[in-house]
């Protein structure tokens, strides 16, 4: 069996949707003939743990864990202390803004960096029995990271980019210094890689440009048929919508919640309307759905969560009468594909997409699971919740169908997967 390094910062028993993909690779990979070794941090400064994914990593693989530096729990501690601060002039959010900004510019290319030296530093013997180098971002450290092991043995590299990096919204630079410097070595990395892949169509294409028309290949994200193994959903006895996940940078539930509250001041939905929230926003984030929960008066409507496990969440979204999506508005969250879509379709439950055109409302659209609107276009947002609460009194709300959906299966994923890397290491033989 032949071994890939995995360069993963974020893998159980951390949790959250940044874990995921790599996790699933590593868990089928042994059946298409690669062992995998994953180098990863013993205690990373993250704020989502989730220990029952531990069960999931397979026996023949070989976990590395190293020491770390972590900026990011120094980040959060002065976040709180700035947060109090800021509280007691009458200005929490401003402090929490001067601690962003801090972090941002102090930690190239992301808080993470401290991870570097102890990954190179352990990667270098790993390296020495691996075919070939896996790494996947964000976090960006991890590109650092295989692009030095790279340098350092001649293996071959494949890249993945879960998100873009100077083309993601979601990451702001302190300076036109900081994306200069980011722009340069984003490129190194594409230029660098054996083979580079994403998540989606758009982004691909939006790297290859980036790259100098460096081939880039798509593999989506996905769901795993195991992970629904045994989970039984409980029917709730009203019409209840279900966010799975969290807002934000520009991801906002302001547009959607403005237009459940018209619709519930006109009559078109009843007042037991439930809407359930699970995940864990940003502090900013958090402050602003908040506050517009008690804006719109939906203090009894919305049930907020928090963070669940993995399993717990699945059960959650397989229960709803019809799963929202919510997306930033913008051309550049065209490429966006959201772990949680893949889930979405499995669970055979209908989409309220909240999307900006792209790939999210182009594969909601081919797979039939249900109904997009520009996330900030709150009368198509209030069109939509009408017509399916329309099909939910009917009888009538529908998803997508297991046939169209197979191909998104975490297994036949990580065979495509596994193809790269038998032409990458029968390359270098």
């Not at 980040?75 to 900004?101: C, D, P, Q, T």
């Not at 590109?143 to 001649?154: I, Q, T």
């Not at 958090?286 to 399993?311: C, D, H, M, T």
């Amino acid at each position: 069996m032949k071994k890939v390094l995995v360069v993963a910062y974020l893998f159980p028993p951390l949790g959250g949707v940044g874990v995921q993909r790599t996790l699933k690779f590593v868990k089928y990979l042994p059946q298409f003939g690669w062992q995998p070794v994953v180098l990863t941090v013993r205690r990373g400064s993250y704020e989502i743990n989730d220990p029952t994914l531990l069960k999931e990593i397979p026996e023949q693989a070989s976990i590395i864990r190293t020491s770390s530096f972590e900026p990011a729990g120094i980040y959060r501690k002065m976040s709180k202390f700035l947060k109090r601060s800021g509280a007691e002039h009458g200005n929490a959010s401003a402090g929490i803004s001067v601690a962003a900004r801090i972090n941002s510019t102090l930690f190239f290319p992301d808080d993470r960096i401290g991870w570097l030296p102890f990954a190179v530093q352990a990667g270098k013997k790993a390296v020495r029995e691996a075919d070939l180098i896996y790494s996947t971002a964000p976090p960006y450290t991890n590109h650092l990271a295989a692009l030095r092991l790279k340098n350092l043995s001649g293996k071959p590299w494949v890249a993945d980019f879960r998100d873009g990096w100077t083309t993601n919204p979601g990451v702001h630079f302190a300076s036109a210094l900081h994306r200069k410097l980011a722009v340069k070595w984003e490129k190194k990395i594409l230029h660098s890689a054996d083979s580079v892949i994403t998540v989606s169509d758009q982004l691909s294409e939006e790297l290859s440009q980036l790259g100098g028309e460096k081939e880039c290949r798509t593999i989506t994200n996905g769901y795993d048929e195991q992970d629904f193994a045994g989970i039984s959903a409980e029917i709730p006895e009203q019409f209840t919508i279900v966010y799975s996940g969290s807002f934000y940078g520009q991801r906002t539930g302001r547009y959607f919640l403005e237009a459940l509250s018209e619709l519930l001041r006109s009559g078109d939905l009843p007042e037991n309307v439930k809407v359930i929230i699970s995940g864990k926003s940003d502090r900013t984030n958090q402050a602003i759905l908040n506050a517009s929960i008690r804006r719109y008066g939906l203090e009894k409507i919305i049930v907020q969560k928090g963070f669940l496990p993995y399993s717990e969440n699945l059960k959650l979204i397989l229960g709803a009468s019809v799963l929202l999506l919510v997306l930033h508005q913008g051309p550049e969250a065209r490429s966006a594909m959201t772990n949680k879509i893949f889930e979405y379709l499995r669970t055979g439950r209908p989409v309220l997409a909240l999307v900006p055109e792209g790939a999210a409302a182009e594969l909601i659209r081919t797979t039939k699971a249900g109904l997009t609107a520009e996330p900030e276009d709150t009368e198509k947002i209030k069109e939509n919740i009408k017509e399916m609460y329309g099909q939910y009194t009917s009888g009538k709300l529908s998803g997508a169908s297991p046939e169209t959906i197979k191909q998104f299966e975490r297994k036949a994923l990580t065979s495509r997967l596994a193809e790269i890397f038998n032409a990458l290491s029968g390359a270098g033989k």
